[in-house]
């Protein structure tokens, strides 16, 4: 750990006493760097101490299952801060070793040292926190490595084409506009808007990914979207708790039997709209085949479903020579998890920083006004390119709150990053909560700045700067369905109603989950615009 001649600072240390055992924990220290020792931090997630006692509340405000020993909500407050504070201080070169329990990695704060990460062909192998996802995801996009990896990314780039998502516009309009009607309902009040945007986002991703209706937004008790958030959850508890790692020993505890009964739900249900999608794709391929349906016909077109992302992978697995259907579930089930989440995240920030900045919400109306004047139409594609400001407002939030708050990396050989020699087998860590933070490169870190994404302000700004979906060979390959989905979402939103938000940056405590939330959520004033609501 590299102590020897040190200096120790102790920055806090916590006594928690349980109903029948004492806790005595070192929370974080930091061993300051000399010589060529590497800074080191203790980091031991609060949540660790705080959820023995807490009793738990879901996203919606239910009470989460007994099986969660009360282990839901994190309290990480803090955490973020504490490690932006770390790299400003101590650390001059960019890597600081953590230690969370026993386990060292080696968070990488600077845009020259993710370079060297993300822009690899070689670091793509994640690291072990992401195997808790596998008994849901199993080894899909986000989750696989080598070739395997290689292979899946080749055959489902095309899925994301330009010409693809075009059709998709549809469904993020028709989605938006139940997320207006429902707002419509909350104008005069104050409520938190993260759980309105999440199951937007996850109507959208259900009918974009799997072509079915799951109707989140009017049937709040859908047993599907349910086991979405409580395996999500399960999978952010394993993460932080130690103890419930080793498979062996997470099968003893009742959350293990929550996990294979909501894996039963989720699974069950990829399985069925599976098997009903390949019978529709061959009846339609047989009718086609048959010439009983042209495409010049007008009962071809009424005939003609949406596509989905299911469908292109049914016939990009030619029927079961390239994708199993075991392979097919594993890519819809990654869409289904890693595509609404952090959609629902951005939103959320977006609208939070918006509501705080009335100057940027003024700008952002003139634009809506100017693209769509005072009708209510759809969104098409072509206001999208239209909506520049909107854009950098977006770019702007996803800065200082990127949905993905941690992703992490395996070494899998002997790797130099800035100055520093490490070892095969370490974790790398990149934060891009602290990466977009660097003064170098954003003067004033901490303000909301849209035009700071202006053409002429990015040129020449480091490529690895700002990295809220990734970089290099595996990046996002939703990036561009995401900032579809949330200009749509967003442009809606706002051409119907003033935002107001209720608390202001500094009052927000931020939880390190899968994705990054505010803890008490966000709370929210509408005002309607004009006639529309
Ligand atoms: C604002 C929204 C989004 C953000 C900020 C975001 C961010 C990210 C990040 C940071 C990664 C890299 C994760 C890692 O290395 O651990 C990633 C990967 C991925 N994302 Fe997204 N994402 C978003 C939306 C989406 C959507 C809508 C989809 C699908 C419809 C999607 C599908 C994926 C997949 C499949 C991967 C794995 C790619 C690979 O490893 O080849 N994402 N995303």
């Not at 080696?106 to 996802?133: P, Q, W």
Request: proline share 5%; hydrophobic share 40%.
């Amino acid at each position: 750990m590299g102590v020897g001649g040190a200096r120790l600072v102790v920055e806090d240390l916590l006594v928690v006493v349980g109903a029948s055992v004492v806790v005595v924990v070192v929370v974080g220290f930091v061993v300051v760097e000399e010589g060529n020792i590497l800074p080191d931090v203790v980091l031991l997630d609060k949540a660790v101490l705080t959820t023995f006692s807490s009793s738990s509340e879901s996203d919606s405000g239910e009470s989460t299952d007994s099986s969660n020993f009360g282990l839901g909500v994190e309290e990480v407050a803090g955490y973020l801060p504490h490690g932006l504070h770390l790299f400003q201080t101590w650390n001059k070169r960019s890597v600081v070793r953590a230690w969370i329990g026993p386990l060292a990695i080696f968070a990488v704060g600077s845009a020259e040292g993710v370079e060297v990460v993300l822009g690899s062909n070689k670091i793509i192998d994640k690291s072990r926190e992401y195997n808790f996802l596998q008994p849901w995801l199993a080894t899909g996009l986000l989750t696989s490595t080598g070739s395997k990896w290689h292979k899946r990314r080749k055959l489902l780039t095309p899925t994301f084409h330009f010409k693809i998502l075009e059709d998709f516009i549809h469904v993020f309009n028709e989605q938006s506009a139940v997320l207006v009607k429902k707002l419509g309902e909350k104008v005069g009040q104050d409520f938190d808007i993260f759980p309105f945007i999440t199951r937007c986002t996850l109507d959208v991703i259900c009918e974009t990914a799997m072509g079915r209706h799951v109707n989140a937004q009017s049937n709040t008790d859908s047993e599907y979207v349910e086991a979405v958030y409580k395996m999500t959850r399960i999978v952010q508890t394993r993460q932080s708790r130690p103890w419930l790692q080793p498979d062996w020993l997470f099968r003893l505890f009742p959350m293990a039997s929550d996990q294979s009964r909501y894996l039963s739900i989720l699974h069950g249900f990829t399985d069925q709209v599976i098997r009903e999608r390949k019978i529709e794709f061959k009846q339609r391929n047989k009718e086609q085949q048959s010439g009983s349906l042209k495409e010049e016909d007008e009962e071809y077109l009424l005939k003609k479903p949406r596509l989905a992302f299911l469908d292109l992978l049914i016939e990009a697995s030619q029927d079961g020579k390239v994708l199993s259907d075991l392979d097919i579930r594993e890519e819809v089930d990654t869409f289904m998890f890693e595509g609404h989440d952090t959609t629902a995240a951005a939103i959320t920030w977006s609208l939070f920083l918006i509501g705080n900045h009335p100057e940027v919400q003024e700008k952002v109306s003139e634009e809506l006004t100017r693209v769509f004047g005072d009708s209510n139409r759809p969104v098409t594609m072509a206001d999208l390119s239209e909506l520049k400001y909107l854009e950098c407002c977006i770019k702007e939030a996803l800065r200082l709150y990127p949905s993905v708050p941690l992703m992490a990396r395996e070494l899998m050989e002997d790797t130099t990053i800035c100055g520093y020699d490490l070892p095969v087998g370490s974790t790398l860590m990149i934060v891009p909560f602290i990466v977009h933070r660097d003064p170098t490169y954003f003067p004033d870190p901490e303000s909301f700045k849209p035009e700071r994404f202006f053409p002429e302000n990015i040129q020449g700004r480091h490529p690895y700067a700002y990295v809220p979906f990734s970089a290099g060979p595996r990046n996002c390959i939703g990036q561009k369905f995401a900032q579809m989905e949330e200009k749509v979402i967003l442009a809606s939103l706002l051409r119907r109603f003033h935002v107001n938000s209720l608390d202001k940056p500094e009052d927000i405590s931020l939880l390190v989950e899968l994705i990054l939330r505010p803890r008490d959520g966000i709370r929210l004033h509408l005002t309607p615009k004009m006639q529309h609501c």
